[in-house]
């Protein structure tokens, strides 16, 4: 087990490595990067 902010860490490291491996696919991935970056950044 690894606390909230390892967690935390290791999703934005995730959701980073995901947004560009989207690059490929251009401005149609981009509804793909919001919900990821919301997910990654929200606070509830």
């Not at 959701?15 to 509830?44: H, N, Q, S, Y």
């Amino acid at each position: 087990l690894v606390g909230v902010e390892t967690s935390r860490r290791v999703a934005a490291q995730l959701v980073g490595k995901a947004i560009a491996d989207l690059g490929v696919l251009g401005e149609r991935a981009e509804p793909l990067r919001m919900i990821a970056r919301f997910i990654v950044d929200r606070k509830t």
